[in-house]
């Protein structure tokens, strides 16, 4: 019988899986109210794994389950969670993860979505400089493929502060259409990465713990 730490890695590894189901599902673009349902009905499920989550003295282990757990609700979470009170401060401690397992290409990633969140907020000059950031470390990692995306979507922000006017709700969906496509394609990308094995099956979840 496994114990009590064990049910709730099991538990936060079953919801991992559930909201990355959704989140898939809602990017999909088809059944767009259905795909909301199924993560509204799980979403109790899916803080409280958060919560138990981050109750934890970080380790390897943890951050890499922090990391596809933010990941997960990275796209879906825009239209059910605040980004400033939820989602602003859930990439904030994705960047601390990454930090500390010293994955720079991960980390450019993570500082791209927190641009991303600002730039949808309207906030484009704090956007520009968190964009500023991920392109110098990703270019510190070599990684060829990230550090484009970044560039572009650092020169959409200045673009965009270039021309603000007042902010308002289409600006901020001009933002949106512009950054996210490309950051969701990397997420979905960098979720299969070797590393992220140690923690998705039920098997090696005993041999860790």
Not at 20 to 32: C, F, I, P, V, W
Not at 150 to 168: D, F, G, S
Request: aromatic residues 8%; proline residues 3%.
């Amino acid at each position: 019988m496994p114990t009590i730490h064990e049910a709730h890695w099991r538990h936060a590894n079953l919801y991992l899986s559930v909201a990355d189901n959704a989140n898939d599902r809602y990017t999909s673009n088809t059944k767009q109210d259905e795909n909301l349902r199924f993560f509204d009905d799980n979403v109790e499920q899916i803080d409280s794994a958060f919560s138990w989550l981050l109750s934890l003295s970080p380790t390897q282990q943890t951050d890499l389950l922090l990391i596809q757990l933010v990941d997960a609700v990275s796209s879906i979470g825009m239209v059910r969670y605040s980004i400033r009170e939820k989602l602003i401060p859930l990439q904030k401690l994705q960047i601390e993860a990454c930090q500390r397992l010293s994955i720079k290409e991960f980390e450019a990633d993570a500082i791209d979505g927190l641009g991303i969140f600002y730039a949808y907020l309207g906030e484009l000059q704090q956007a520009v400089e968190l964009f500023k950031q991920a392109l110098e470390i990703a270019n510190q990692a070599n990684d060829k493929d990230l550090a484009p995306d970044i560039q572009n979507h650092l020169r959409t922000a200045q673009e965009q502060l270039k021309n603000k006017k007042p902010t308002h709700q289409r600006k901020k969906i001009s933002a949106l259409v512009f950054l996210i496509p490309t950051w969701l394609k990397l997420k979905r990308h960098q979720i299969k990465h070797d590393l992220f094995g140690v923690i998705t099956t039920h098997n090696q979840l005993g041999e860790i713990y």
